[in-house]
């Protein structure tokens, strides 16, 4: 039998401590000689097809094969499943909604970056593009530091309004809506970038001095959200450096490996550095990893099997 998780029954199961703590292993756990393949392929419409195969972490029994349909106009923009499959028997454990999950790893994992990277004192945010990522970089920094100020920007105003007075009022910070996001990141000591742009948003003179800069939307061959400039005054970190090289921020910027500091695996292993001087920029820029996937995913699972939740399905019926 394979267990269906949509995304309320998701929602109702996953917890961002326990997400958190599941993305930490798999950072420091050891790396597995598996190749693991991001694939990203145009169609004749608007949207873009993604597969990401396999996700695999060391001491988890299963893994991850993810599909997803990226259309930038629509709402939800990614729709698709993530099949969690049996290591040793193939068996088809579950298929989990790939949104609810991707949202979860991708910004919990940005959390747990620019938390690495921000200086102790940062306290104030600037968040750009006010979607389900930067929705849960924002639950999942709450969890590991203290926010107090939160200034918002999206081209849709009432979403960033919305978003500005919920997480204001769930963190007991003041929170504003800026009209531009050179506006919004102008004192912010750290800046999240999550949206769908083919052409960079903010610059080097746009950044406050020590501030740390997260950007999510260079995950695809020619999106891209930083400015050559900004990037080339700052520490990189990257998730993976062939990628961010091949379609990542790095890509974006036509800027080759010498320009990442590192890895977050690195960084979080103590193999790199983070922060190296009190005053500089930093920028973690990840493209989204197919392990990351299994983190989120088996963590829901195990969660579902001991709530009694989702619903059972026999594809071999």
Avoid at 50 to 57: D, M, N, R, S
Avoid at 151 to 179: I, Q
Wanted: net charge negative; hydrophobic share 50%; glycine share 10%.
């Amino acid at each position: 039998m394979t267990l269906l998780l949509n995304r309320s029954t998701l929602e109702g199961l996953l917890d961002p401590v326990e997400c958190l703590d599941a993305l930490r292993r798999g950072f420091t756990a050891e790396e597995v000689d598996v190749q693991a393949r991001r694939v990203v392929a145009s169609l004749p419409g608007p949207g873009t097809a993604t597969a990401l195969i396999p996700g695999v972490i060391d001491g988890v029994p299963a893994y991850t094969v993810k599909v997803n349909a990226k259309f930038p106009t629509r709402r939800p923009a990614l729709r698709g499943v993530i099949c969690l499959h049996d290591l040793e028997t193939g068996e088809l454990l579950a298929v989990l909604d790939s949104a609810t999950v991707t949202a979860w790893r991708t910004g919990l994992a940005a959390a747990l970056g620019t938390h690495a990277l921000a200086r102790r004192e940062a306290v104030t945010v600037a968040v750009i593009g006010a979607g389900a990522q930067s929705e849960l970089v924002m639950r999942g920094l709450a969890e590991l530091r203290q926010v107090h100020g939160l200034t918002v920007c999206d081209l849709d105003t009432g979403r960033a309004t919305d978003f500005a007075e919920r997480h204001g009022e769930r963190l007991g910070t003041p929170a504003a809506v800026a009209a531009d996001p050179r506006a919004a990141v102008r004192d912010a000591a750290i800046v999240i970038v999550a949206t769908w742009a083919r052409r960079p948003i903010l610059h080097a003179a746009d950044i406050a001095q020590g501030a740390q800069v997260t950007s999510l939307g260079a995950d695809e061959p020619g999106k891209t959200e930083l400015s050559a400039d900004l990037l080339q005054g700052a520490r990189v970190v990257v998730d993976d450096v062939a990628l961010a090289v091949e379609m990542g921020v790095l890509a974006g910027a036509g800027m080759d490996v010498a320009q990442a500091a590192g890895t977050l695996r690195d960084l979080l292993n103590g193999e790199v550095p983070g922060r190296v001087r009190e005053g500089e920029l930093t920028v973690y820029a990840p493209v989204g990893l197919p392990w990351q996937d299994l983190a989120v995913g088996w963590t829901a699972y195990r969660a579902a099997l001991e709530a009694g939740a989702g619903t059972s399905f026999d594809f071999l019926g």
